[in-house]
């Protein structure tokens, strides 16, 4: 971990009205329970996402939003003024080294996009939900895997795995992890 960089999390969230409820919010009070330094921040544009990862002093970013899907392919993360893609991330490539990014949006852990995000974007970890989650299930999934994180001091790895291994969740998150390989 780099000296400046804050082992908490970043959360960004895009929401619609038609949100059962926010999930953002609820991660912000669990990390306040839990005594994690986190920030929240309510994104509505491609460019803020993108601006705010690459400046995050956070170790972890947590994105809440919506899934874009398009002939069963994820196409990027939802903001109220458009989606960001792949093509979109290109700014960020190689810059995420020491970065660890989970995602709840629908279909975000399909192997191209997950592939993308640990390889190109040179992430350390991405875990993303393969199918659609409902809130309560991307909540619990959280809930979980923070709690196992940073106050049961496991790794990233054992957090994701004592969630997957243990609970019966129907949207089977993923993990990736960028391989320590020479640029």
């Known amino acids: 971990m780099k000296n400046d960089e804050i082992n908490g999390v970043l959360i960004l969230e895009c929401i619609e009205q038609s949100d059962p409820g926010s999930e953002g919010r609820f991660l912000s009070h669990m990390f306040n329970l ?6 929240y921040i309510e994104v509505h544009t491609p460019a803020q996402i993108l601006s705010l990862i690459d400046c995050s002093p956070y170790k972890y970013i947590h994105i809440t939003t919506h899934g874009v899907v ?3 392919k994820f196409v ?3 903001t109220p003024k458009g989606t960001v ?10 810059k995420l080294t020491d970065k660890i990014i989970i ?4 279909k975000s852990g399909k192997k191209a ?32 895997f923070y709690h196992k994180l940073f106050v049961r001091k ?30």
């Open 34 to 39: 839990m005594e994690v330094k986190s920030q």
């Open 70 to 72: 398009s002939n069963k």
């Open 76 to 78: 990027g993360w939802w």
């Open 85 to 94: 893609s792949k093509e979109d991330l290109m700014v960020l490539e190689g």
């Open 103 to 106: 995602s709840t949006a629908c």
């Open 113 to 144: 996009f997950c592939n993308y995000i640990v390889h190109k974007l040179r992430c350390k970890y991405y875990v993303a939900p393969k199918r659609s989650p409902r809130f309560r299930n991307s909540i619990f999934f959280a809930h979980i």
């Open 154 to 183: 496991h790794s990233v790895e054992d957090s994701y795995n004592a969630y997957d291994k243990k609970y019966r969740n129907p949207h089977y998150f993923t993990i990736y992890k960028r391989k320590n390989r020479p640029n």
